[in-house]
């Protein structure tokens, strides 16, 4: 499944998971032998490969000829990709999309392969062994699409509000792969009762240009956490009459601002009641199924929560999709988790993870659930090197999105200096796990000494973790750590100290279900897992879910003034 709802209805598209993939290693025992494997899926939920770390190919026949465009949604962690022998992409990161168009391919049956790697080496800077799984494979759908020779090739999406007036700023990008320049193109917008129309579109060949357009819309119904509206946008692209390429999108229209400490949506100052969450599951490993992601919202929204943040690397399309059309705000965060100040330092770091916060927001910019973009969580925020890192890639951000906020889940407690320079400062604190002091006097003291360190200035302040760990199963009548008893009472008294702190925003709680983890990042987790799950990795419910439901089910999504 690509999307939940459909991106083009002239374009030839096809998800190539309707049949079975050749999987190969390249290492180890089973080296050079073909399995038989699903595409999206991880090799570790294959019999042999539960362990595999390495270098893997996947492999197809399609038949197929034009302009071809491949649209991959992940690959665990390093792409080469082949076609008929010849190298046509390689991609690194897991989490992110990229493309490629091959123009003018002879129509027959040809040989697709993917080369896949899941190793841990200096290069990879952002993939590195730790506190949740580094899958192989091809994790995300894998699409083939027939182009025309001038096609759409994205369409943003931007709402503003201008006085009272709701406005839409549509900015749709042309490309022409063939080999004459073209003329008398027309570009045709509709959407919300509105049809705009730009003609003579004139692109010279090899060439992308930009056309924007503003749409005024006055009836618009916003999108809410009880009320998320969307409404479809659609491009289409004319010549001589015809329809030769369509891109469709949707638009949610909800405007996210900071003032003073609150958070706004829609001029409210929200209460966020979230949840931390992996995609991790050990039936499809980090490639969970449309119903799977599904379960999980259900289970969330049956918390009685409001927000999913996305630790620690962007998510499926899919996850998105759900998350707009359920009134879910969504925390997106770009691929790094806990680097000290050496893994910073290696010198494919900042290309690396730039790459990943570019492509993260090129593909998500048009999804209303999301309201802040996070960077960097438990990095070295503490040095000056790790500063300017900091710096470059809020940025950046700024630059490719200046309509949502920044934030960093930071857990330098005390000696953060960072603190200046997104909208919102953000902690992940353990009080009574793995410090031994109350929550509340934890939170308090942290607290005051971030007021203390922004001097003059007010920003939001939230927990984008708290937590503790426990064993599904592993029950205590004397409070013992890592048995549900314990976790339910450090997660009561964490949420409640948060939720009667004035200066906080909400809390997200480390975390939905238990995660598996890099076996080469040991840190002391039985059965090599994150169990500060509320439900474990099966998603049975310890005890803790009904404390959290209880607590989030009784305070609004919003903070009375
Ligand atoms: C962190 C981190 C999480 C997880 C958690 C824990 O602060 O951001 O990924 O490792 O701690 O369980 O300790």
New binding site residues.
Partial sequence: MIRTFETHKIRYQKELSESIWKFTPCEGKYSNVAFDAVVPGCWENMPEFGAYRGEGIYSRKIEIGGNIRFEFKGVSHTATVYLDGNKIASHYNAYTIFDTVIPNLDYGTHHLEVRVDNRFSTDSALHVP???MTYGGIIRPVVLEVLPNIYIESMGLTPKKVGDEWRLKVDVRLKNIGIDNVKSYELVLQGMEQEVKVDEIEIEAGQSIEVGTEFICPKVQLWDFNSPTLYEITALLNYDGGVIDDFIDRVGFREVKVEGKQILLNGKPIRIKGF?RHEDHPQFGCALSFSAIQADIMLIRDLGANSIRT??YPNNEIFLDLCDEQGILVWEENHA??LSLEQMENPKFEIQAECCIKEMINAHYNHPCIYIWGIL??CASDTMYGRQCYKKQYELIKELDPTRLRSS?S?KFKTDICLDIPEVISY?I?PEW?VDINASEYLEDLYAWVQEDLGNSEKPFLIT?T?A?AIYGNRSSYLAKWSEEYQSKALQDQIRAVFKHPGCSGVYI??FCDNRISSEYFLNRPRTM?N?GVVDEFRRRKLSYYIVKSLFQACGNYIET
Avoid: I, S
């Fill in positions: 730790n506190d949740y931390c630790t620690h988790r806990g969580n438990e889940a857990c992940n353990y793995y973790e937590g760990g480390w975390q994150n500060k």
